[in-house]
């Protein structure tokens, strides 16, 4: 499957809420360039050839595809590429047609046992529950995510990220996701024991795909799987019918 014309770390709305962060960024010639640490940064940079690179390239380079024309331009790969999940949609009425048979039961059954999914967008407030709760996840369980003060930023943004969730006063799980063209992202998400029980981001994952299909939008970006260290997130991005991509790694320029 080809990848997004434009994913989100390369699209307006990343550099309007780069912005409102407080963090800086520009355009060169149609590639968003950032502050990453002490280096400026094209993250999943769209594809150009060598003279280009050589003219405007930052240090840092994590291209979408093939890394040939950065090592043509002088620069040297320093870690290999993440793979990423993307996720095809179909019509609404069956949006996620390449899910397996179990994920699908999953999703039918946590259907008819929780409360109905509802969707809203996310509030620009740092007190959030769903931005409490998954902070305290990311310290259980010892993983990195995108920083809360750039979802903060999306939220103040134009066109703030929709929150998909079950569960009135007492949340049970919870998914955001940001809608930029033909696409839309997962930016984190959190569930908690009786979420689990009723296999709640099943539940919203077959929500969000229904809603952004509706929407027109054609796939969605889950960010990337590890098998490795992460096996049980990347069989559930797998099994609703999400393709790999492997990413071009991350490339430094090594000579003027």
Known sequence: MRGMENPLPQHPLWADALARAGLRSGWRDGVLVQRRGPLAAAIRAP???????RRHG????????????????GYGQVMTG???ALLALGPPGDALPRASGKWRNRAVAGARAAPAPQVAPLPPDPGHWLLRQEAA????RRYRGLPHALILALAAGPAPPLLFRLGGRAPLAGMLFLRHGDAAT????????AGRAVSGHHVLLAAAARHFAAEGATHLDLGTIDTG????LARFKLGAGAAPRRLGGSWLRLRP
């Open 137 to 140: 996840q990311r310290r259980a």
């Open 186 to 193: 997962y930016l984190l998400g959190w569930c908690g024991a």
């Open 229 to 232: 260290r992460a096996p049980g």
């Open 58 to 73: 930052p240090l840092l380079v994590e291209p979408e595809g093939d890394g040939a024309p950065l090592r043509a331009a």
């Open 82 to 84: 993440a793979t990423l």
């Open 47 to 53: 594809a150009r050839d060598a003279g280009w690179w």
